[in-house]
């Protein structure tokens, strides 16, 4: 089972590029959300997806977009990239909120911004 | 609101005890502790729900008090394989959205 597929797992990018990472996931999971991870500061949320076509912002949203288009995606999106974006990305899958379960994570990305 | 964890980082043998702490300032319906080895996804333990009862996870145990908003994390004769950041997630409800905020983290190294 593929599981949570993030891409790419790498990225380089200059400040003011913009990029999009990539989540898909398989399990026919409702509940799609984006993290942040920095050191010293754990896991912050960026954005979450209770189902398609419904998002909402986390704790850390500025200079992000997402969309729910399918259940299956939940892309990532930095319009105009800051060094302050450098960071390693985990996107996570699990079932709806009403059953609360454990979250499934991708691999992560790891972005640099120059 | 960041859940707040303690220690920060715990230093143990083979064999020794460790206790975790995760608090809240908001009431919680529910408490998610996660293990990430070093440059891995962090992988789940367990969940600890509004009105449950005491997980167990091999011979890690947690406990949920919702009276205090706080949860604590039981790792009883550690083994090598126990080392690694330990991630309390907190989830507040509000309607039928639920979104799980995680604290700082705390390192456990357990020794030979």
């Known amino acids: 089972n593929a599981g949570v597929t993030q891409t790419p797992k790498f990225q380089v990018l200059k400040t003011g590029q913009s990029m999009t990472l990539q989540c898909a996931q398989d399990?026919?999971?409702?509940?799609m959300s984006w993290y942040r991870q920095d050191p010293g500061m754990g896991l912050r949320l960026i954005h979450y997806?209770?189902?398609?076509?419904?998002?909402d912002q986390g704790e850390v949203p500025n200079g992000y977009n997402v969309s729910r288009s399918t259940t299956e995606d939940f892309p990532l999106r930095l319009l105009s990239a800051a060094p302050s974006q450098t960071s390693v990305y985990f996107c996570?899958?699990?079932?709806?909120?009403?059953?609360?379960?454990?979250?499934?994570f991708g691999e992560g990305s790891r972005l640099t911004v120059l | 609101q960041q859940p707040v964890q303690s220690p920060q980082a715990v230093i143990l043998r083979e064999g020794e005890d460790a206790v975790i702490n995760c608090s809240s300032s908001?009431?919680?319906?529910?408490v998610h502790w996660y293990r990430q080895k070093h440059g891995e996804a962090p992988v789940f333990l367990m969940i600890?729900?509004?009105?449950?009862e005491q997980m167990r996870h091999e011979k890690i145990s947690a406990s949920f008090n919702e009276k205090k908003q706080q949860s604590s994390l039981y790792l009883t004769a550690s083994q090598l394989s126990y080392s690694g950041t330990y991630f309390c997630?907190?989830?507040?409800?509000?309607?039928?959205?639920?979104?799980?905020?995680f604290g700082q983290g705390t390192t456990l190294q357990v020794k030979p």
């Open positions: 997630g907190t989830e507040i409800r509000w309607g039928n959205t639920g979104k799980l905020i």
């Open positions: 908001k009431a919680l319906y529910s």
């Open positions: 996570a899958s699990s079932r709806p909120p009403g059953n609360t379960g454990e979250l499934f």
């Open positions: 997806s209770v189902g398609a076509g419904i998002t």
């Open positions: 399990m026919n999971h409702e509940y």
């Open positions: 600890l729900l509004k009105g449950g």
